[in-house]
């Protein structure tokens, strides 16, 4: 497969996920903000903004300025990643082409300020539906060949990246480590947390409706079985790298290593340690995380060819 | 003669109400309600069948096109820029006979006009006889002096051709213009074909149509012929300009149907005057190309150094003989409009022969007499900027107004090289189906020819139709549309 089409796909996938995330978070916090006075908003906008990956200093109405960040996010992230489709455009299905060029049209009539002043959750709606389409119609119309396994690999990367980052901003603004009882606004924030994970039906599964900050760290973090949890997305990024190594008759060990050493974070980690240091242990995952998508650069994708002549 | 269509006199006179019979050729009737005998079959279906039928028809067609994504861009315009490529119901058909004066006459034309290409980048025989003046081929703009005392595979020059035949009023072909650089339209030759299989079966089974579904593995096999000679398993690839690009829908086709992989110029890289293609298992040599990027954007460092698209080093690759380019750099002299002007002086001085197609005369303005004479009789010519195509760049004399007339009077004393003129042709017309009625339009006809080993051209052709009525400009970027070509066997 040529490099370029396995960049397209790797980033088509990407930046659906990003629109996805951003939908689902701006969603759930437009959604919390209504039981708070409004004077208390400006930590949480200012949060959100770290959360999708804003980093420059906003001056003014935060609120103002994190509408206008997340709304840019995703009719951006919809058009780059419908720019990646379009450019292999004969390698995806037309049913996969259909359905995202469905979104990109939707999300231009309905990404205007104007509109999203008025109704917001129409266009985060329709782009997190469209993007659970897009996955289903991808699985099942498209060969789970390489390229199927680049789609795997841009949307699991993204969503390591975006889960863990979400973690650790969340934690360090409401986890207290002695067990004191939550009031109910801090209940409501921890379940904003789970709902911007598609989590928190699954939680109760699991825990019961009984919210602690350790199981929420544990359930988001290290449950193999959930989705939207880092410890699924890592192993799904680890089973499509090894597709790929197998089926461009490949050894890249340092990739494989990366990868292992990522598991082994996760998986070897007691909790305890994780909760002593939570910011840090987030941090490590999005390092390796960003030194994989580099791997892969390196060896699939962006290889020198001096460096592919000698092997 | 007795024709079983003449008893339906009265549904003839409503599906024909329209079709009025002029000075030009036309394809059906050899004169009013007498068709010829090729066209009888579809003659016989057109009044039997109920307009509705006819047009369920034409919507199944369309519905067709439309799924498969068959469209073409349009240039200048920023939302959907993408269009279903017109398409009229109606084959239009041609007898073997005919087929084989075509393709005698073709493959005279571009052996020819190959001959000379080798000639004028080596020894330069016919310019020193005096065969085409030499100033000609030197102020062209497509001459590339980088090509000169250099072999190309096999001495192939021109591996895939268009040339554009039209009818003259006595029935006879004659050729229009040749593309020697990078024609396009052969996807819509095979789509079209495709499609009508599916809406017309039985008049197909009737006619006995001659396939055309070989092109791609005639192509596949003409670029293998031509791959490097240490390379038995050649790579061949299909590169590009990008999805940018009008032609994009027919790149993709292509490659698709031949099994090659479709390229960008950042996906190829030189090493050591060796191409390779960067894929996620490492890099693959490239033997051959099957470029649809123009000379002046397919290698920096030889041509436009601005250029994006293209391949840096590709041409110093190519001079090495490490990799084949089809067609080859520098064809575009021999498609030059004034140039045009002296093929069949070509063909005689090269293979000895009589043209076996016709030209259409034609007044080279950087000829003083030849001037003169195009200046003195603007409202009777055509005039063509010999740099353009697509129908732009175009003075048609007898519907000009004084002032388009002026205007030209002066870009022609400005730039008379820039310039040719020819009479104004009476196209031949076929029927096409029109709102419900069936109507003549005028038509030309764009046969492929290949050549590698050998010269080769599938029995067909893409015949561009003016939908507008009376227009005689067929260009898909001006209202034109195409239409099944039939060979009969």
Redesign the interface.
């Known amino acids: 497969m040529l490099s370029r089409v396995a960049d397209n796909l790797y980033w088509m996938s990407r930046y659906l996920e990003r629109a996805e995330h951003t939908a689902r978070i701006a969603g759930v916090h437009l959604n919390l903000m209504l039981e708070y006075e409004p004077a208390s908003q400006d930590r949480r906008w200012w949060r959100v903004l770290a959360a999708l990956g804003n980093l420059d200093p906003v001056e003014g109405d935060v609120f103002a300025a994190a509408q206008s960040f997340a709304l840019d996010q995703i009719v951006a992230a919809i058009a780059a990643g419908r720019e990646n489709a379009r450019q292999v455009r004969e390698q995806i299905s037309s049913e996969m082409w259909e359905q995202l060029n469905r979104l990109y049209h939707e999300s231009r009539r309905m990404g205007t300020p104007e509109f999203w002043a008025s109704q917001p959750h129409d266009l985060l709606l329709s782009v997190t539906e469209s993007a659970h389409l897009f996955q289903g119609v991808t699985d099942s119309t498209m060969i789970h060949g390489e390229g199927w396994q680049f789609i795997q690999m841009g949307r699991f990367m993204e969503r390591v990246h975006a889960t863990a980052r979400l973690i650790d901003l969340h934690f360090e603004e409401f986890f207290r480590p002695e067990n004191e009882a939550m009031n109910a606004s801090e209940h409501m924030e921890w379940i904003g947390l789970l709902r911007s994970c598609t989590a928190f039906e699954a939680y109760c599964k699991v825990y019961t409706a009984d919210l602690r900050p350790e199981r929420v760290a544990e359930f988001l973090l290290l449950n193999p079985e959930f989705p939207h949890s880092v410890r699924f997305a890592v192993d799904q990024l680890r089973k499509s790298l090894g597709a790929v190594h197998e089926s461009a008759a490949r050894k890249p060990d340092r990739l494989d290593k990366l990868a292992g050493r990522l598991t082994a974070a996760l998986s070897y980690t007691p909790l305890e340690e994780i909760m002593s240091n939570l910011h840090e242990f987030s941090l490590n995952i999005r390092r390796l995380c960003g030194n994989i998508h580099a791997g892969i650069y390196q060896v699939y994708i962006m290889y020198p060819i001096e460096a592919a002549l000698e092997s | 003669m007795g024709m079983p269509g003449f008893e339906t006199q009265p549904l003839l006179k409503t599906r024909f109400q329209n079709y009025w019979l002029n000075g030009s050729y036309d394809e059906m009737f050899e004169a009013e309600g007498v068709p010829r005998p090729q066209y009888r079959g579809l003659y016989e279906m057109l009044l039997s069948l109920p307009v509705e039928e006819m047009r369920r028809r034409k919507q199944a067609a369309d519905i067709s096109f439309l799924h498969q994504?068959i469209t073409f861009t349009v240039y200048g315009r920023e939302e959907g820029t993408e269009r279903i490529f017109p398409h009229d119901l109606l084959p239009r058909i041609i007898t073997s006979a005919e087929w084989e004066t075509i393709e005698r006459g073709l493959t005279q034309r571009i052996t020819a006009l190959n001959l000379f290409l080798r000639d004028i980048y080596h020894e330069g025989r016919s310019l020193k006889a005096g065969v085409v003046p030499s100033d000609i081929v030197y102020s062209c703009r497509h001459f590339r002096r980088q090509m000169r005392e250099f072999t190309v595979p096999k001495n192939i020059y021109i591996t895939v051709v268009g040339s554009d035949l039209v009818r003259l009023p006595d029935g006879s072909f004659a050729v229009l213009e040749d593309n020697l650089r990078v024609p396009s339209g052969v996807s819509y030759m095979l789509t079209s074909r495709a499609v009508m299989k599916r809406v017309f079966p039985e008049l197909f089974r009737m006619a006995g149509v001659r396939a055309i579904d070989h092109y791609s593995e005639t192509l596949l096999a003409t670029l293998r012929a031509l791959a490097p000679e240490d390379r038995p398993e050649p790579n061949i690839v299909l590169l590009t300009p990008?999805?940018f690009n009008s032609a994009y829908f027919e790149h993709?086709f292509l490659?698709?149907q031949m099994g090659i992989?479709?390229?960008?110029g950042?996906?190829l890289?030189v090493?050591d005057n060796i191409v390779?293609?960067?894929?996620?298992?490492?890099?693959r040599r490239v033997d051959v190309i099957y470029r649809r990027v123009d000379d002046d954007f397919i290698d920096p460092l030889a041509f436009r150094p601005d250029s994006a698209l293209g391949v840096p080093g590709l041409f110093n690759a190519y001079r090495s003989g490490n990799v084949t380019l089809a067609n080859a750099l520098g064809t575009g002299v021999a498609d030059d409009k004034a140039l045009y002007a002296y093929v069949p002086a070509i063909i005689r001085y090269f293979l000895g022969e009589e043209p076996i197609l016709n030209s259409v005369h034609t007044f080279v303005c950087s000829d003083p007499a030849q001037r003169q004479h195009v200046l003195s009789r603007l409202d009777q010519y055509v005039v063509k900027a010999v740099g353009e195509s697509g129908g732009y760049g175009m003075l048609i004399g007898p519907y000009s107004t004084a002032e388009e007339r002026e205007d030209f009077r002066a870009r022609i004393l400005a730039d008379p090289r820039n310039y040719i003129a020819q009479p104004t042709l009476a196209l031949s017309r076929a029927p096409c189906f029109v709102d419900g009625s069936v109507e003549p339009r005028h038509v030309d006809l764009r046969p492929y020819i290949l050549y590698g080993d050998e010269v080769r051209i599938v029995p067909g052709g893409l015949t561009r139709v003016a939908l507008k009525k009376g227009s005689l400009v067929v260009n898909s970027s001006q209202g034109g549309g195409s239409k099944d070509t039939w060979v009969l066997h």
């Not at chain 2, 390779?276 to 890099?283: K, V």
């Open positions: 994504g990008g999805v993709a490659a698709r992989e479709l390229v960008e950042r996906d890289a090493h390779y293609m960067r894929t996620t298992a490492g890099l």
